[in-house]
């Protein structure tokens, strides 16, 4: 695998976050729930970002500029280059009888692609603001709580809920969900496996966040997908 460079296509304001349109050109999309490293202009290590939609000719990103490295990316504009590599990390499984797509804030990022993958399935969504939930535009079919309302508290009984938040949100989803799929957001180096960067310790082993899982600890024993997003953990 090799890094490619790419042109940007487009870059759109969503909120606060920014929505990175890059020529695809011989780029696979990969898997709904699979992340790429997009070289941050002007830092050393690329940052993850799952694919939050694949239109024709394109890969798309959310970007939630929250430090150095994301918002260089919310600076390029259109016919700038970038280096990206991927896809990388772990899909989730679309065998599912009755999904539901769970997110929150930022982890919105995976859900757009996930769903066309799925036919539109209903979604709930979580936002601190009505700022923030305007990324909810991206995603057909979904019910959107702003504030401190629990988006769990939207998430009937016998649906195959996939997600992705921030911990405490997942912890949550895998409580009332044990058969979630979860998208964890986790700190990255390199993205492939090669630098120990994101390794865990998970009963007395080391699991590479981006190449292993499950990665959540008992006692739940979820299978879990690396990276979601931005987050605050590669900013
Ligand atoms: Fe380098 Fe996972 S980020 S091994």
Known sequence: MRQERRKVVASERVGPYTLLRVARGGVSPGEPGQFFMLEAPGRLLPRPFSLCLAPPGELAFLVDPIGPGTEALCRLRASDEIGVLGPLGHGYRLDVERPLLVGGGIGIAPLPYLSAALGRPPAVLGFRSDWHAQAAELLPNAEVRVGPAL??????????????????????????SPDAQLAWEAP???????????????????????????????PSANRAMTVAATSGMNP
């Open 151 to 176: 988006v769990t508290q939207l998430i009937p009984d016998g649906m195959d809920v996939l997600a992705c938040g921030p911990e405490p949100m997942l912890r949550a989803v895998a409580e009332i």
């Open 188 to 218: 990255m180096a390199c993205g492939y496996g090669a630098c120990y960067g994101c390794a865990v310790e998970v009963d007395g082993v080391w699991k590479r966040l981006c190449v292993e899982g499950p990665v959540l600890r008992p």
